[in-house]
């Protein structure tokens, strides 16, 4: 028995030091392993852009929310409907409600129903913008922020359920700057076009750690809310930022959409602490991107956007490649994460976090 023993032992220490010296996936496995998009917005009927995704190997989450830009919420619940009814093992989606006149009553009773409706025609998660913080006021003229009473009731409901919140909450910090001092040219065209968000310009509204603040006081509030701090929780700038807030919330898990820049800067300076971070907390970072496509127009545009960002992200984060950006003009190094990290990050938090998602 103990030779049989000694020989179990070091078969399982072989297969353990093997997985350890496993090489990186290399460009030709990009297609080989099952990725998920957890952040996009994807609007009408988009044939071009799923079978791209088909051909990737990506699995799609489309997020409804309550922005300018996009259509009525209503049309994008009713196309989210038709996406999943299309394509059932390829597109899923997030429900998410209008905070405009939640001081009136009855309002949070009515957002309950709906969002419960939405939950039980097949969504997925709820997600909660930045418009709470940054644009609504209450009737005495104060700003809406999300740690207010009202939306206690809604959070209680979500939290007994289960459902995950994807919560959009501030801006990257970026937004309290001026132009010429933001990190990445991404932030300097979308608030150039977006002078509404551009908060360096809007000392009416709460400051960047106010927002924060304010997600953070919501979260203790509901200790067992199974939240996603989408954009790297706003905390993009700084790696450490974001571990302090993992290690607060444990319930708590990241999106990479539209962020992966913000990384880059950080790792053109000191790679390794992004790479520790990677493999830290690789059991809560969710691969996406935040591309939005609306309809045929944009179908072929967008499915060549996103074959080019998918593949460009993979490059950083699989190998030790040396790398350039548009956003900044700094050179930085892949990432070269081991295969287990890549394959939670790309799918296995997306398909635990959201088990009915892709049948």
């Known amino acids: 028995m103990r030779g049989l023993a000694w020989t179990l032992a070091m078969l399982l220490s072989s297969t353990a030091l093997a997985q350890a010296e496993q090489p990186p996936y290399q460009d030709a496995d ?14 009408g009927t988009l044939p071009t852009f799923v079978a791209r995704a088909a051909a990737d190997n990506f699995r799609l989450l489309t997020i409804n929310v309550n922005y300018g830009d996009f259509p009525p919420l209503s049309q994008q619940h009713r196309d989210a409907l038709a996406l ?5 093992d390829r597109v899923a989606f997030a429900t998410t409600f209008d905070a405009a006149g939640s001081d009136r009553p009855g309002w949070a009773p009515g957002v309950e129903r709906q969002l419960i409706e ?23 003229g104060r700003a809406v922020m999300i740690d207010d009473p009202r939306f206690t009731p809604i959070f209680r409901m979500l939290e007994a359920r289960g459902t995950v919140v994807l919560g959009h909450l501030g801006e990257p910090r970026n937004a309290w700057l001026p132009l010429a001092e933001m990190t990445v040219n991404g932030d300097r065209e979308y ?11 809007h000392g009416e509204w709460p400051s960047y750690e106010q927002q924060i603040a304010a997600r953070d006081r919501m979260l203790d509030r509901h200790p067992t809310l199974r939240f996603v701090g989408v954009h790297l929780a706003s905390l993009e700038w ?12 444990p319930n708590a898990s990241v999106d990479l959409a539209a962020r992966m820049s913000h990384l880059q800067v950080q790792a053109s300076t ?12 690789q059991d809560r970072i969710l691969y996406a991107t935040d591309i939005a496509c609306q309809g045929p127009q944009e179908d072929s545009a967008c499915a060549a956007q996103a074959d080019q960002a998918w593949r460009d992200d993979w490059r950083f984060l699989s190998s030790a490649d040396t790398l350039h950006s548009a956003e900044f003009a700094a050179p930085f190094q892949g990432l070269a994460l081991p295969r287990d990290v890549i394959d939670k990050v790309y799918s296995g938090n997306a398909r635990r976090l959201f088990p009915k998602a892709w049948p």
């Open 270 to 281: 000191d790679r390794e602490r992004v790479r520790r971070f990677f493999i830290q907390f």
């Open 238 to 249: 700084s790696v450490d930022r974001i571990a302090g807030f993992l290690n607060r919330y």
């Open 84 to 88: 999943r009814a299309s394509y059932p």
């Open 30 to 43: 990009f297609v080989k392993i099952e990725k998920i998009d957890t952040h996009l917005h994807l609007h």
């Open 118 to 140: 939405a939950l039980d025609a097949g969504a997925v998660a709820v997600k909660v913008w930045k418009d709470i913080g940054m644009q609504q006021r209450d009737a005495d």
């Open 191 to 201: 608030f150039k076009e977006h002078p509404q968000y551009h908060m360096a310009m």
